[in-house]
Nanobody, 120 residues
Framework: QVPLVESGGGLVQAGGSLRLSCAASRSIFSNNVMGWYRQAPGKQRELVACITEPGSTTYADSVKGRFTISRDNAKNTVYLQMNSLQPEDTADYYC??????????????WGQGTQVTVSS
């Protein structure tokens, strides 16, 4: 059983919007920080955003003001609303779940990824 299942990726023009969704099992969702990473071709995987169980959020500088992460605790689902998309946002986006320590966020579970392509 795949612990995290993403949906919502696709092709969009620059300036457009997409919303990614990630459904998790209840046991994973209710006990973990939820986050999104992305990996562009030829680049390292990077943290995009994460959200704690009470709802505190962290964002990469490159997406602040454009992306919003949220979680629906009743549906065991985390979302990533992406607005004002740019070609440099093109990447595979991965949902994850893990723990947040003083040194940062450390995922333990990963989804299979969903592709986002932004055309100029």
């Amino acid at each position: 059983q795949v612990p995290l299942v993403e949906s919502g990726g696709g092709l969009v023009q620059a300036g457009g919007s997409l919303r990614l969704s990630c459904a998790a099992s209840r046991s994973i969702f209710s006990n973990n920080v939820m986050g999104w990473y992305r990996q562009a071709p030829g680049k390292q995987r990077e943290l995009v955003a994460c959200i704690t169980e009470p709802g505190s959020t962290t964002y990469a500088d490159s997406v602040k003001g454009r992306f919003t992460i949220s979680r629906d605790n009743a549906k065991n689902t985390v979302y990533l609303q992406m607005n004002s998309l740019q070609p440099e946002d093109t990447a595979d986006y991965y949902c994850n779940a893990g723990k947040y320590y003083s040194t940062g966020y450390y995922p333990n579970y990963w989804g299979q990824g969903t592709q986002v392509t932004v055309s100029s």
